[in-house]
């Protein structure tokens, strides 16, 4: 018995048919076709890769420091004073917070993985922020970028963060309201200085030290007494005291002296000092 063999062009004929029969890439979690729903994302179709692997990490809430005595706000381990409006102020420090925690994810040929928003590429960041009470902020977070090489459209991921604002006592009111000094400048004069002098000196100095403020906030006059024909002022360091005598210095020719007063030990053992500068005046 014999068998025919089929044709070479029948052979063929049934390749091509098998390759048109071939079917499309496809979502491994939903199923959806490439082709309707667009490039897959690491096998899967844009919504469940979005799912997954949201392109925005945040934490739901982050608190935020305020000092309820002036005002000042805590951020990246410092404290920092208000110059505008307060609430102002606070939606911009609470943008610049939920910045430095945000995390974007970032795709490429070794794998993925989430960076800071500082470390992204190619992508966007946008904030809505609203005050609905003095204690919170609330944070909408938008990105928006091209995360694969691959992409034919950009994608966008949004997120909500509550910034809830703690009401505390900044070091410097800590230490303002305990009277607490480094140093004593006193003020005298060669005479009794004149009433008229003296609160004309006392306005200068208030200059110079709220010029010093702008500077570093850790300097301030604790208290002014009237004494002895002239001023003291309690101020929160020896450099601070040393700096307003050498402004009288300039400004009215004063002549400087100095001593220190043993107080006591630092906690490294250290003997600490508290010092007095004279500034006298030529009048």
Known sequence: MTFEQPTQILI?????????????????????LEEEKGPLLEGLCEDC????????????EVEMEICGRCGAFYFENA????????TEEYLEAAKEMVTSVAEVFEGGPAGSRYVSFEDSEGVD???????????????????????????EEPLSDRAEVKVKLKRTTCGVCERLASGYYEAILQV???????????SEIFRSLEEEVGA????????????????HGGLDLYVSSAKLARDLARFLKREYGAEMSESAELIGQTEDG????????????PF
């Not at 063929?12 to 959806?32: E, Q, T």
């Not at 250290?270 to 005046?281: D, F, G, K, L």
């Open 188 to 198: 005298r004069g060669r005479e009794e200085i004149s009433e008229e002098k003296i």
């Open 125 to 151: 960041i946008g904030f809505k922020a609203e005050r609905p009470s003095p204690e919170t902020i609330n944070i909408s977070v938008e990105v928006r970028g091209r995360f694969f090489d691959f992409q």
């Open 79 to 86: 404290w920092h004073d208000l110059e505008g409006r307060p």
């Open 49 to 60: 890769f979005l799912e997954e692997n949201p392109l925005l990490k945040v934490p739901e």
């Open 212 to 227: 010093g403020q702008s500077r570093s906030r850790d300097e301030f006059v604790s208290k002014v007494k009237r004494k």
């Open 270 to 281: 250290e003997e600490n000092y508290r010092v007095t500068v004279v500034a006298r005046m």
């Open 12 to 32: 063929r004929k049934s390749k091509v048919d098998s390759l048109s029969d071939m079917p499309s890439k496809f979502c491994y979690k939903c199923g959806a």
